[in-house]
C-alpha cells in the first residue's frame, strides 16, 4: 500500500497535466523531491483503503514551453579560411602591408586573393564612411566600392572624418581593454562593494554608515582638484541623503521598456527620434558583466542622440548588483540603473533572480538598500504584479522600495505566470501607485495608442508616466501619435524608410563586414517578427488596434504593405534581402520569441 499523501500529490499533477494548469513552482521543494523519481513515468497505485478512485499507469508529458522557440541555432557561420585577417583590413595608401602577429592565426592572409572570393558588394555606397570619413571594416565592407582601391587599399577622407569627429554623432560605454583585462583577473578595485559582507538586512543596515562615508569622501575628491588635508569633520562624512543624489523628473515621460534582444542600440535611435524620452538598455547579467564579456557589455552601450539612458541589471544577490553598480558607475555615462524584478525567464527565475527575487525579501532589501547607498545616480525598480495569477504582491512591496532608497517604481500590470497571455491589470496598478506615494510610479502593458495612454493616465491619474515596450516594437512612432494626440496612418513607403534607417544604424552598430550585415540582418528579421502585427489604420474596421487582437488574414493597399504585415518568416527575410542584399547560402532563421501574445 502506498503512502496516501505521496499518492493524492501525484494524482494531483497526473491531472493537472492533462489540463495544463499548473506549473512546478507551486509545489514545495519537499514535494517535488520525492516526485523527481516518477517525473518521466509514474506508476500511480492508489488502493480503495485511501478513498481515492484507481489511476491507471501514465506518461508525464512534459509541460508546453510558452514564449520562447527554445531549440534556435545560429543564423550565420563564419568561414575564419575566407575571412580577411583583421590586422590587414585597414591597409591605408602606403605601400606597407601590416603583418600578423598572432599565432596560428586561422583568417586569410593574402589581400588580393581575399578579395578575388570576396561576395558582390552590396550596394555601391558605405553609410558609415559617407557618415563619418571612414570605414571601420576596411577591405572587407560589403559596402566598400567608395572607398576600397582595385589594388586593395582602404581609402580615407580626412575633411569628413574630422568634422564627424567634432559633431557627428557616437556610441559612448566603450569597454575600454584595460578595465576587461582587470574584471577577468580580478584585479579590479572594488572598494565600496567590499563592505557588503552580508545577506543579513539587520548588518547590512549597518554598514550604512561605512559605506555613505567612503561615497561622500570620493565625491569629494572628484570635485576638489587638491587632496583632502587634516581631519575628517562631520561634514565630510554625513550620510548622503536621497535628494542630495542626482535627480531625474520623471514627470510625464514616455519611456522605452527595457527590451531584450529587439531593444538594441539601433532600436532605441529609432524611438529617440520618434519622441521617446527616455530609454533603457536590454537587460544585463551581474556575472557577465563583472566577467568582461564583450557580448554582455554591448548592452550598456549608449548612443550620443539618447539624453536620458539607463542599465537594467539582473542578479541574485546583493555582492553581484553592488559591485556592477559600482563598476558602472565609475567606467561608463549613465543616467540610472534599473533593478529587473519582472524577468519571468525559467532559467532566471529558478536561480532567484528577475521575479525570483520577490520570494527572497530579505536578500531583495539587502539588493535594494546597499545599491542605492553606493551609487550617487537613481536607482529604479521594475516588477511585475507578483509571480502567481491570483496572488498580486507589489503593492506590499512598493512602498518598501520607497524606504529602501529607490527614486523611482516601474509596475507591469500582469503576473510572471500570465506572461503576455492575459490584458494588464491598471486597476491594480493604480493600487500600487497609491501605495508607494510619494515615490513616482510608471504603469506599463498594453498600450498601442494615443487612446490607450488617454485611458491609462486616466485610470491610474497617480502615474508619473507610462513605459511601452511591445507597442513600441509594433509601431515605434506611437511616441509621436502620444504627443500629437493623433492617430498615424502611416504609409508601407514611410514604414520601409525606417527599416532602412534601422539598416543603416545596424552597419553603423555591428560593422559592415560578413559578420556586422549577418548581425544586422539576425536583429531587424527579430523586429519584423513583432512590426508585421501593425494594422494599417485605414483599414481598420474599429479604430485604434488592440494589443491583444489577432487580426484576419488581410490585403494591403499595396504589394509592399501586403508583403510587411505576412507572419512567414520567409517574407521577413524577403524584406531584409531589400536592404542587405540575400541571404547566404547556410543562413537560417527562427524568431526569439513566439507570437503567442495575442488572445
Not at 124 to 146: A, H, K, M, P, V
Not at 324 to 353: A, H, M, R, S
Amino acid at each position: 500500500m502506498c503512502d496516501s499523501g505521496i499518492c493524492k500529490i501525484k494524482a494531483e499533477y497526473i491531472l493537472a497535466e492533462q489540463k495544463r494548469e499548473v506549473d512546478l513552482d507551486h509545489v514545495s521543494d519537499k514535494d517535488k523531491n520525492v516526485l523527481k523519481p516518477d517525473l518521466n513515468e509514474a506508476d500511480v497505485c492508489l488502493d480503495d483503503d485511501d478513498n481515492h478512485p484507481p489511476l491507471k499507469k501514465q506518461k508525464f508529458s512534459k509541460k508546453k514551453l510558452k514564449g520562447q522557440n527554445k531549440s534556435r541555432g545560429p543564423t550565420f557561420r563564419i568561414n575564419k579560411e575566407s575571412e580577411l585577417c583583421s590586422s590587414l583590413i585597414m591597409r591605408g595608401d602606403t605601400n606597407e602591408t601590416p603583418a600578423c602577429h598572432k599565432v596560428n592565426c586561422p583568417f586569410l592572409h593574402d589581400i588580393q586573393k581575399y578579395l578575388e572570393i570576396k561576395p558582390k558588394d552590396i550596394g555601391d555606397t558605405c553609410y558609415n564612411y559617407q557618415i563619418s570619413g571612414t570605414c571601420s571594416r576596411g577591405l572587407t565592407c560589403r559596402f566598400g566600392f567608395e572607398h576600397i582601391t582595385s589594388d586593395g587599399k582602404n581609402k580615407i577622407n580626412e575633411k569628413q572624418r574630422q568634422k564627424f569627429e567634432t559633431e557627428g554623432s557616437h556610441t559612448k560605454n566603450q569597454l575600454r581593454h584595460d578595465i576587461q583585462i582587470a574584471l577577468r583577473k580580478r584585479n579590479y578595485n572594488f572598494e565600496l562593494s567590499a563592505l557588503i559582507k552580508y545577506y543579513n538586512t539587520s548588518k547590512a543596515k549597518k554598514l550604512d554608515f561605512r559605506i555613505m562615508k567612503k561615497v561622500t569622501l570620493k565625491m569629494l575628491k572628484k570635485k576638489s582638484e587638491n587632496k583632502l588635508i587634516g581631519a575628517i569633520t562631520d561634514e565630510d562624512i554625513i550620510k548622503l541623503r536621497q535628494r542630495e543624489k542626482k535627480t531625474i523628473d520623471w514627470t510625464d515621460k514616455l519611456f522605452l521598456s527595457p527590451l531584450t534582444t529587439v531593444g538594441n542600440l539601433p532600436f532605441r535611435r529609432i524611438c529617440k527620434e520618434f519622441g521617446a524620452d527616455v530609454t533603457c538598455g536590454e537587460m544585463a547579467m551581474c556575472s557577465s558583466l563583472l566577467q568582461g564579456a564583450p557580448q554582455e557589455w554591448a548592452l550598456v552601450k549608449r548612443h550620443s542622440s539618447e539624453d536620458i539612458f539607463g542599465v537594467q541589471l539582473c542578479a541574485n544577490n546583493p555582492y553581484l548588483f553592488t559591485k556592477c553598480g559600482e563598476l558602472l558607475q565609475n567606467e561608463t555615462d549613465i543616467d540610472f540603473i534599473d533593478i529587473n524584478l519582472g524577468c519571468p525567464l525559467e532559467l532566471v527565475y529558478k536561480q532567484g533572480g528577475g521575479c525570483g527575487l520577490l520570494r527572497r525579501q530579505n536578500v531583495l532589501e539587502s539588493c535594494v538598500r546597499n545599491l542605492s547607498n553606493i551609487l550617487t545616480i537613481p536607482l529604479t525598480v521594475k516588477c511585475r504584479t507578483g509571480i502567481y495569477n491570483n496572488d498580486n504582491i507589489a503593492h506590499v512591496f512598493a512602498p518598501k522600495f520607497r524606504d529602501w532608497g529607490a527614486s523611482l517604481l516601474t509596475i507591469h500590470g500582469r503576473s510572471r505566470e500570465q506572461r503576455y497571455t492575459k490584458s494588464a491589470d491598471w486597476q491594480y496598478i493604480r493600487t500600487v501607485a497609491q501605495a508607494a506615494a510619494p515615490l513616482p510610479v510608471l504603469g506599463n502593458g498594453d498600450i498601442l495608442s494615443y487612446a490607450d495612454y488617454k485611458l491609462a493616465r486616466e485610470t491610474v491619474p497617480e502615474l508619473a508616466g507610462v513605459m511601452i515596450g511591445r507597442g513600441a516594437l509594433i509601431k515605434p512612432w506611437i511616441y509621436t501619435e502620444i504627443k500629437e494626440q493623433k492617430l498615424w496612418d502611416i504609409s508601407s513607403s514611410e514604414r520601409f524608410d525606417i527599416l532602412k534607417k534601422y539598416a543603416n544604424y545596424g552597419l553603423e552598430h555591428w560593422g559592415s563586414d560578413n559578420k556586422g550585415v549577418e548581425n544586422t540582418r539576425r536583429f531587424l528579421l527579430e523586429w519584423l517578427s513583432f512590426l508585421y502585427r501593425y494594422i494599417p489604420v485605414e483599414l481598420l474596421e474599429c479604430p485604434p488596434q488592440k494589443i491583444n487582437e489577432r487580426p484576419p488574414y488581410f490585403r494591403g493597399r499595396n504589394d509592399l504593405e501586403t508583403l510587411m504585415a505576412s507572419p512567414s518568416a520567409s517574407d521577413w527575410i524577403k524584406i531584409s534581402e531589400m536592404l542587405l542584399g540575400p541571404v547566404p547560402d547556410n543562413f537560417h532563421f527562427l524568431p526569439k520569441h513566439k507570437a503567442n501574445s495575442y488572445r
